[in-house]
């Protein structure tokens, strides 16, 4: 019978339907989407911390709002998507568990400190570019309620990625100071993004599966190709440079070819041995900690309306 259910459930996926909660699905295919959906929840929720630590310190009282309600937005982001990955039959306290042991992975972008002001600008332009390169195409992953999340989501982040390059654009046009600051910037965060889109397509161990099941609809390299074309002439407009002396046009593919990554580098911060790893992890369980009351009163409150209800 689970042979019958399988071929049903490959046979709606190659015809584009969704996967809905209540529907048979393969193991595999919950198991690798909750790991998927929850390092993205982990991911929004950690990344709340590098611009946070500039929220208090942002030059205008403008771009103080626009970041405070930047940083509020990925803490939404976060939430949808412990809801999308609960809809999988794993709790959200079990899941934020794993993060916290560090069993769960993250991205390994917020393993990165956030030194200048010109980094908040930055980590719009291209965290949040990179992140909505990879986010759209996730709209049409074949299981409902990730691909659903993604819409808002997506259309949050193209906010944040302008007001990221809005900060870029003021600073490269300002004082030779405020430009340095930008170029500095740029070159502290461009190796790294080109990482969060993962190993290369030869060594990316999920990729196979999950583009047969329509998680992903484009790899790795493709997604990191489709973001230098992007940026390269963003950066041209503000007069920076990407520190990469092999960027060169490539007229015979109509792309940019690009340097080599450190790869070891990469593997080096999913291990936990970045600059911010231990740092993310212990302001995480510091929060959780500090919130213990806040959840016990929830509960309290919850069981109390509960009890009054069944009076
Ligand atoms: N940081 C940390 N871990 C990574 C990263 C990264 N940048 N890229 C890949 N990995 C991990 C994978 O999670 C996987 O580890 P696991 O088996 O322990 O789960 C391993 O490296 C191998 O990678 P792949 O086989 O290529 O994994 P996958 O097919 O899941 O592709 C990708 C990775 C592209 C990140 C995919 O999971 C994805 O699209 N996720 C949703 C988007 C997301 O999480 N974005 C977070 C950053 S954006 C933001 O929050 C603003």
Redesign the pocket.
């Known amino acids: 019978e689970d042979a019958d259910k399988s071929a049903r459930f490959e046979a709606r996926v190659a015809n584009e339907e969704r996967i809905e909660p209540n529907d048979w699905m393969p193991a595999a295919y919950r198991k690798t989407l909750t790991?998927?959906i929850s390092?993205?929840a982990h991911?929004?929720i950690v990344?709340m911390l590098p611009e946070g630590n500039w929220i208090t310190r942002a030059p205008t009282l403008r771009r103080k709002a626009a970041l405070l309600a930047k940083v509020q937005d990925e803490c939404g982001h976060g939430l949808y998507l412990y809801a999308a990955a609960e809809t999988l039959g794993t709790s959200r306290e079990e899941l934020v568990d794993q993060m916290l042991s560090g069993k769960a992975?993250?991205?390994?972008?917020f393993n990165y400190p956030t030194l200048t002001w010109a980094d908040i600008g930055a980590i719009g332009w291209l965290?949040?570019g990179a992140?909505i390169m990879?986010?759209i195409p996730?709209c049409r992953c074949s299981y409902g309620p990730y691909a659903r999340a993604m819409i808002r989501v997506c259309k949050e982040e193209s906010f944040h990625q302008r007001q990221g390059y809005e900060i870029m654009v003021t600073l490269s046009h300002g004082t030779p100071e405020q430009k340095a600051m930008a170029q500095s910037a740029l070159d502290r965060w461009w190796w790294q993004c080109l990482?969060?889109?993962?190993?290369p397509d030869g060594e990316?161990?999920?990729?196979d599966q999950?583009t047969r099941w329509k998680i992903?609809r484009f790899s790795?390299d493709e997604l990191r190709q489709k973001f230098v074309d992007a940026t390269v002439p963003q950066s041209d407009y503000l007069g920076l440079k990407i520190p990469d002396a092999d960027l060169k046009w490539n007229a015979t593919t109509g792309h940019w070819d690009y340097g080599a990554i450190d790869w070891q580098e990469f593997q080096d911060v999913?291990a936990g041995n970045g600059p911010c790893n231990r740092d993310r992890l212990a302001a995480r369980r510091k929060a959780h900690d500090d919130g213990a009351w806040v959840r016990e009163a929830a509960t309290a409150y919850a069981e109390k309306q509960r009890a009054r209800r069944a009076a």
């Open positions: 790991r998927q390092q993205h991911s929004e990344g992975k993250y991205s390994s972008i965290v949040d992140a990879n986010q996730l990482m969060m889109f993962g190993p990316s161990q999920h990729s999950s992903k790795n999913l």
